[in-house]
């Protein structure tokens, strides 16, 4: 589960960022915006077409939203899939690779940006160094 507060638009910047289009699991969103208590259920586009239609005034649009996600089952509290070596989905994001590299799976993160970029494996090595810092 992960406590989210923001304006609408901070809010998709987040879910944009953390899921992708491909993504299939179902979200599940508890929304309280002041008076409005919205639960909201489904995939990624689905749960940002709700959102959309649901907080569509302007007003609606700068008002500080409380959202609970709950994540799917194999994510963590950022809501990036755990992701292990041999178990890497072909729809990996960028964000999952970073998180992976950060969490000093330098191999799986390669692996895994392998499969997100179809690059060989000097560049993806040198890609995940490039982004940690040691080179």
């Known amino acids: 589960m992960f406590e989210f507060k923001g304006t609408l638009s901070d809010l998709k910047t987040y879910l944009d960022a953390t899921f ?4 299939n699991k179902t979200l599940e969103l508890n929304v309280d915006a002041m008076s409005k208590a919205v639960q909201l259920r489904g995939t990624y586009l689905q749960v940002r077409a709700m959102l959309h239609r649901t907080f569509t005034s302007a007003a ?4 500080q939203l409380n959202v609970c996600i709950l994540q799917p ?5 950022q809501g990036i899939r755990e992701i292990t070596s041999h178990d890497i989905p072909a729809d990996v ?4 690779v970073h998180y992976i590299a950060r ?3 330098k191999i799986v993160a390669i692996k895994a940006y392998r499969t997100l970029t ?4 000097v560049k993806a090595k040198d890609y995940i160094e490039k982004y940690l810092g040691e080179s």
Request: a positive charge.
């Open 103 to 105: 969490s000093g799976r």
């Open 60 to 63: 609606m649009k700068t008002l």
């Open 20 to 23: 992708t289009k491909k993504t």
């Open 93 to 96: 994001t960028l964000n999952e």
């Open 118 to 121: 179809g690059v060989d494996l």
């Open 73 to 77: 089952a194999n994510c963590n509290a």
